[in-house]
C-alpha cells in the first residue's frame, strides 16, 4: 500500500483508493494507492475497508491484518557535512516527529516497525 498526500483539502471517498493487480490477476497480491488530501489525517484499516470485494479477490481479514513501517533514526557522525551546533540541531528536530502508528490509525498490536540508521 502506497499513500499519497493531494494538493486539495478532501479526497472524495469514490476516489479515494486505486487496485492494481501488478499484472497477475487472482494471485491474492495487490497494491493499493489511497489518496488523501492535505486536511485529512490518513486512516489506513478504514481506507481498506472501503474497498469494493470485487477489486480485492475478495474480502480482506483486516482484523487479521500486519502492518510493516520504516523509521530512520539520524546520528551525528564525523563527515564535515554542516556546522556541528546544526548538527544537533537537525538530530534534535528529528525526535519531535509523531507517532506514524498512531497517525495512520494502525492496530499497536499488529504494527511491526522496522529501523536504520544515517550519520548526518
Known amino acids: 500500500m502506497s499513500l499519497e498526500t493531494e494538493p486539495v483539502p478532501r479526497v472524495p471517498d469514490v476516489e479515494r483508493s486505486v487496485v492494481d493487480d501488478l499484472g497477475h490477476a487472482h494471485d491474492g497480491i495487490i497494491h493499493v494507492s489511497a489518496r488523501f488530501g492535505y486536511m485529512e489525517t490518513p486512516d489506513v484499516p478504514a481506507a481498506l475497508a472501503a474497498l469494493d470485494p ?5 474480502h480482506l481479514p483486516l482484523d487479521e491484518a500486519s502492518y510493516f513501517l520504516s523509521t530512520i533514526e ?11 551546533w546544526r548538527k544537533r540541531l537537525f538530530i534534535a528536530t528529528s525526535h519531535i516527529t509523531a507517532d506514524a502508528a498512531e497517525y495512520f490509525g494502525l492496530p499497536r498490536d499488529r504494527t511491526i516497525i522496522m529501523g536504520s540508521h544515517i550519520e548526518v
Not at 470485487?54 to 475478495?58: L, M, R, V
Not at 539520524?74 to 556541528?84: E, K, S
Request: glycine letters at 12%; charged letters at 20%; a positive charge.
Open 74 to 84: 539520524l546520528r551525528r557522525g564525523t563527515a564535515p557535512t554542516m556546522a556541528p
Open 54 to 58: 470485487a477489486t480485492t479477490d475478495g
